[in-house]
């Protein structure tokens, strides 16, 4: 089955501490971006690597960090979490190119609920 | 930079009924893509419809349907004979054609749809 996997799919932390949230994609997408949603603001683009190697920042970018060494993964790094980094956070992917163009632009992932306290 | 409105945050239809949830957006770009997402109360983000901004013809899938004002830059979505699945969050979203992986989404709409 095609899908876009997110862990933890919750989370509640402190302050300062360290956390990686993963994503993986069974779909050898090229194309891989976080996104973090909050009321009245809906989704805001964090980072986003169009391939291996490749990242480049979105809108909020501020506090986070990504990497992408293998195609399939793509983690999002809090290096210290600040309580304004509470959010619903998803992960997406889809094929190179133009993603207009394909019936389904985006595949997301069933997103990851953090809370730092 | 492109900026995404949706200018109600909660909607309500009784089931079978027709809803038209609104959407405008600010843009220089003369070629785009614009879409329509929902998030059900499970979180996943489905894609409801597209339209490609240098056609005419408004998009259309089953009972959803969009109707497409360029010169308005609004890209409002009808949902026609409302069931009580459709209830969800109702996310558009805009991309330039040129910049395939940037896409701005609004604020969202939470749709409920009453028995």
């Known amino acids: 089955e095609a899908q876009v996997t997110q862990n933890p799919r919750y989370l509640i932390t402190v302050t300062g501490k360290k956390l990686t949230v993963t994503c993986s994609q069974n779909?050898?997408?090229?194309?891989m971006s976080w996104y973090r949603q909050d009321p009245g603001l809906g989704l805001r683009q964090i980072y986003y690597s169009m391939n291996v190697e490749v990242t480049d920042k979105g809108d909020v970018p501020e506090g986070y960090k990504v990497s992408r060494k293998e195609k399939r993964n793509f983690p999002l790094i809090l290096e210290s979490p600040s309580p304004n980094q509470t959010s619903l956070y998803f992960c997406?992917?889809?094929?190179?190119?133009?993603?207009?163009?394909?019936?389904?632009?985006?595949?997301f992932g069933d997103g990851t609920r953090l809370s730092i306290l | 930079a492109q900026t995404v409105t949706q200018s109600q945050p909660e909607m309500s239809v009784q089931e079978a009924e027709t809803v038209t949830l609104s959407c405008t957006y600010d843009t220089s770009e003369s070629n785009y893509y614009l879409f329509w997402y929902k998030q059900p109360p499970s979180r996943q983000m489905i894609l409801v419809i597209r339209?490609?901004?240098?056609?005419?013809q408004n998009a259309t899938e089953n009972r959803f349907s969009v109707n497409f004002q360029k010169a308005a830059k609004s890209f409002s979505l009808k949902i026609s004979d409302s069931q009580l699945g459709d209830t969800a969050m109702y996310f558009c979203?805009?991309?330039?054609?040129?910049?395939?992986?940037?896409?701005?989404f609004g604020a969202g709409t939470r749709l409920t749809v009453k028995p």
């Open positions: 779909m050898n997408h090229e194309y």
């Open positions: 339209q490609e901004a240098y056609k005419q």
């Open positions: 979203a805009f991309m330039k054609h040129d910049n395939n992986n940037d896409m701005r």
């Open positions: 997406a992917s889809s094929l190179a190119g133009n993603l207009g163009a394909s019936n389904q632009p985006q595949h």
